[in-house]
């Protein structure tokens, strides 16, 4: 890789390379046509080559140490959808996400019918149970906690207090920097559908909340992908939207309706509610207004008039100097 990207380098003495020629090689790969991530890899061999001669004092130091490579500039396509991606649902999607749902289980019992009408009656019959399989629960978790998915495909049995509506697990995005469990309280609906759920899959004690009905282990990543696909079909809901904009929607709605940050990043589960304010904090409600409304009504007297319509504000007098201006 370093002979092919970077060969005209080759006969130069290492400790003579400088900031800006590696710039300079990244502009002239650019112009060449080559993708931000091949030029960024063609720099990591280099820069790995220039660490391992400097700790084996072929050389004093690496002269590149710290040299980044410059981002590359949006495309049109990603300026266009810049902000898009952590959006919350509108009230016409969310009624179009229950929809889905709804159209997701339809479909699922009609196949299972006929299945069942067809030679195969030994089948469990859908019709009999509050759900045709884990998606509706699995969705309608994600939605009344705002988790991420890899906790939803981690969710166990043991971690659920239906009783007491809480959750209580580790993190495993921070798993390696938090590995303590974190208690999460859940809604009286969320509680319902885990209820419900629970129940039909058998009371389990333990075990995976939304297991893989092929291996009863752990979902796979992509597991989700096709059943959400399904879901926007049957309720009509964008084909651009994300099931991640589910967590999205989450943190909106709470800070929206005036949930403090702090609280929105304890229950999205960041570790620094940094994470939190540059991402929702422009949701907040706009007080400022009403601050300042609320000091002009305090601040300023109104005077008498003879139209009650038409107030006469008289403003606050100014302190009087004397004469020598003080």
């Excluded at 309280?185 to 759920?197: G, N, Y």
Aim: proline share 6%.
């Amino acid at each position: 890789m370093i002979k092919g990207h970077f060969g005209q380098w080759l006969s130069r003495p290492m400790q003579s390379l400088k900031k800006s020629e590696l710039l300079a090689w990244q502009a002239d790969k650019e112009a060449d046509g080559l993708q931000y991530p091949t030029i960024s890899r063609a720099w990591d061999a280099l820069r790995a080559m220039l660490n391992h001669a400097a700790s084996d004092g072929l050389i004093d130091a690496n002269p590149l140490a710290g040299v980044k490579l410059q981002k590359p500039a949006l495309t049109e396509q990603e300026l266009a959808s810049a902000g898009t991606a952590r959006r919350y649902l509108l009230d016409e999607e969310l009624s179009l996400l229950f929809k889905g749902l709804e159209g997701y289980q339809k479909k699922k019992r009609e196949q299972r019918r006929n299945s069942r009408a067809h030679g195969r009656a030994y089948l469990a019959d859908l019709d009999a149970v509050p759900y045709a399989d884990h998606v509706a629960p699995w969705v309608l978790t994600m939605f009344y906690t705002g988790f991420r998915p890899g906790d939803l495909f981690g969710l166990r049995w043991e971690h659920v207090n239906l009783r007491f509506k809480t959750i209580r697990k580790v993190i495993e995005k921070t798993a390696h920097h938090n590995p303590q469990p974190t208690l999460f309280p859940i809604s009286s609906a969320l509680a319902k559908v885990l209820a419900d759920w629970w129940k039909q899959c058998g009371k389990p004690g333990e075990g995976y909340v939304f297991p893989s009905e092929r291996t009863g282990g752990r979902l796979d990543k992509s597991a989700m992908r096709k059943p959400w696909a399904a879901i926007k079909k049957a309720g009509g809901l964008p084909d651009a939207l994300e099931l991640y904009s589910l967590r999205h929607n989450f943190a909106s709605r709470l800070v929206m309706d005036g949930v403090d940050l702090l609280t929105v990043s304890k229950l999205m589960g960041h570790t620094d509610i940094q994470t939190t304010i540059q991402h929702y904090a422009h949701l907040q409600p706009n007080r400022s207004r009403d601050v300042v409304d609320a000091f002009a009504s305090a601040s300023t007297p109104v005077a008498e008039s003879s139209d009650p319509d038409f107030p006469v504000v008289s403003p606050v007098s100014p302190v009087s100097s004397d004469a020598n201006g003080s």
